[in-house]
């Protein structure tokens, strides 16, 4: 009886380890998440440099003036995370959310004069879809599209301006490695168009259009 007991209480683990990409199992991921340059609209926007592949990332830079190194450096941060839910509506074959978050800040220093710093947000929110390969138990290719749309809002020594609109639109594959039957180790490679939108005094509207490849890095939960 105890023993029959225990395999009661097992069985729900048993379908957690096993549910991978199956019909009815969840997935949620947790990835880097980089939105390349965004460069055309002054200094907050130029915190989410091309290089930037991580989405984390520290810094200092100085500049020359003719030849000689100026006081003056700037330190600069960032980070990005994105965050999916997905719901497997067939085997192998998942619809759902993602979520892009990243935050910039910078700081200029200059001796004698007070500093300058400046720092921007950009959310993103929108439907995902993923489609895996049956390559075995171990390792899973997929292929992923997404869409989503938000805003990118910035400061300026603590004075807040208006935020832009935006909208990506991407996709990717890459491999998933399970370490145990329920995690997924993720290394990929994804195609991004993100393009910000802001509405002019004038009465128009300015586009901005950049687009890239980005690494894909992260880890997945199945249940």
């Known amino acids: 009886m105890k023993h029959f007991t225990f395999l009661l209480m097992l069985l729900p683990l048993l379908g957690v380890l096993n549910a991978q990409t199956t019909k009815g199992s969840y997935l949620i991921g947790f990835h880097n998440y980089s939105p390349g340059p965004i460069s055309s609209f002054?200094?907050?926007y130029n915190l989410f440099p091309q290089t930037n592949g991580l989405?984390?990332?520290?810094?200092?830079?100085?500049?020359?003036?003719?030849?000689?190194?100026?006081?003056?450096?700037?330190?600069?941060?960032?980070?990005?995370?994105?965050i999916n839910s997905h719901y497997f509506v067939a085997d192998r074959f998942a619809l759902g959310l993602v979520g892009n978050f990243s935050f910039g800040s910078s700081t200029f220093k200059e001796p004698g004069f007070e500093d300058d710093k400046s720092s921007s947000t950009i959310f993103?929110?929108?439907?995902s879809?993923?489609?895996?390969?049956?390559?075995?138990?171990?390792t899973k290719f997929?292929?992923?599209?997404?869409?989503?749309?938000?805003?990118?809002?910035?400061?300026?020594?603590?004075?807040?301006?208006?935020?832009?609109?935006l909208s990506q639109?991407?996709?990717?594959?890459?491999?998933?490695?399970f370490p145990v039957s329920s995690v997924s180790i993720d290394f990929g490679l994804g195609y991004n168009?993100?393009?910000?939108?802001?509405?002019?005094?004038?009465?128009?509207?300015?586009?901005?259009?950049?687009?890239?490849?980005?690494?894909?890095i992260g880890a997945g939960i199945f249940f």
């Open 42 to 44: 002054g200094t907050a």
């Open 55 to 82: 989405g984390i990332s520290f810094g200092t830079s100085k500049q020359k003036y003719d030849g000689e190194l100026q006081d003056g450096k700037e330190n600069s941060t960032v980070l990005g995370l994105s």
């Open 124 to 127: 993103l929110l929108g439907p």
């Open 129 to 138: 879809l993923r489609y895996y390969f049956d390559t075995g138990a171990k």
């Open 142 to 165: 997929w292929l992923k599209g997404d869409a989503s749309f938000g805003s990118i809002s910035f400061k300026n020594n603590g004075e807040s301006g208006d935020p832009y609109g």
């Open 169 to 177: 639109f991407g996709g990717g594959a890459g491999i998933s490695i």
């Open 193 to 216: 168009v993100l393009t910000t939108s802001n509405e002019l005094s004038s009465g128009g509207k300015s586009k901005s259009i950049n687009s890239g490849l980005a690494l894909d």
